[in-house]
């Protein structure tokens, strides 16, 4: 007997039927896509023609920013905007939607493995160059990129980026929460999911990867994986509330519950019952967490960490 093949379909309440961009919401929620290139030829001609086709099922979506993995077409390096910029700027501005895209650019004499950038327009909004390249692509004439934090403005807020053996240095990551970045977007070669779990929760942000090999995953402020391409669908999409927050239940928990009661399918509260944490999002485009965080009189977990912190430096000095 055959076993059976299910699948969810979810009604989220977003920004998805205003402009593009429009910027009308007070809260966002950010469609975001993911695609891989897992089952496809790795070169050749018609890799960079069947990654496009992958993002044109993904548009039915309707993302506000759509992402490709690192190197996604390994040719010849190209001055951006080059040929593939623009296939992809066409694809942009036919969907009114970002794509943050993996290519190896040439910027004088120096080549770089990139992450570039396009708005909804089509126009290169700006490239990020992978900080640690391998040994391997430093003995092929790779150049590291420059030293900084890789966060870029949106429409919809700030988004940061790391490429593949980034993973590996999470200071960079951190100096990306430090900066603002709510989205931190990782074209790479495979997933380090384990690395990624775990660096979304220290720094309470989303991350999506976009894999050549392997599945590409977007994860929650919590590290918890929220969609995952596969068998039937080979790309993966996630409506991210960009104020999420997440929250310590001391001093909470009664003020959640109240949350709960007063705003009913306006937000969404999930309850992480083994870690003692909540985390609250809200669903309504006029309703931000920001609102209920001062209405309801919340301490955000890191704010908390900070808190509790003084009052034990506090009371060691005392002790002195």
């Not at 942009?92 to 950038?117: E, Q």
């Not at 944490?277 to 967490?289: I, K, R």
Request: with cysteine.
């Amino acid at each position: 007997m055959k076993a059976p093949v299910w699948f969810v379909l979810v009604a989220l309440a977003s920004t998805a039927d205003a402009e593009p961009g429009s910027g009308g919401s007070r809260n966002r929620i950010v469609r975001v896509v993911t695609v891989g290139q897992e089952g496809l030829a790795q070169s050749g001609e018609n890799v960079l023609n069947d990654t496009i086709e992958r993002l044109d099922r993904a548009a039915s979506f309707r993302p506000d920013i759509a992402a490709l993995p690192e190197v996604f077409v390994d040719g010849e390096p190209e001055t951006v905007p080059g040929p593939v910029t623009r296939r992809l700027a066409d694809w942009a501005r036919r969907h009114a939607s970002y794509v943050l895209f993996g290519i190896k650019t040439r910027v004088g004499d120096r080549v770089y493995n990139s992450a570039v950038l396009l708005d909804r327009k089509g126009t290169v909004a700006g490239q990020y160059n992978k900080m640690h390249p391998t040994e391997q692509e430093l003995e092929k004439g790779i150049h590291p990129g420059e030293s900084g934090a890789g966060v870029f403005e949106t429409d919809f807020g700030k988004i940061g980026v790391q490429i593949c053996f980034d993973v590996n240095w999470w200071d960079s990551w951190k100096a990306l929460k430090e900066k603002g970045a709510k989205i931190v977007f990782f074209p790479s070669a495979y997933p380090a999911a384990r690395q990624l779990s775990a660096i979304a929760l220290m720094n309470q942000f989303y991350i999506a990867s976009s894999t050549r090999d392997r599945l590409s995953r977007i994860y929650d402020i919590t590290g918890a994986e929220l969609a995952v391409p596969g068998r039937f669908q080979p790309w993966a999409g996630a409506a991210l509330p960009i104020g999420k927050r997440l929250f310590e239940i001391d001093y909470h928990s009664r003020k959640a519950r109240e949350i709960q009661r007063k705003y009913g399918d306006r937000v969404e509260v999930k309850w992480l019952h083994d870690d003692d944490w909540f985390t609250l999002a809200s669903l309504d485009p006029d309703l931000t967490v920001e609102d209920l965080i001062a209405e309801f009189g919340l301490t955000p977990l890191d704010a908390y960490r900070d808190r509790a912190k003084k009052a034990v430096d506090a009371a060691n000095d005392r002790g002195n």
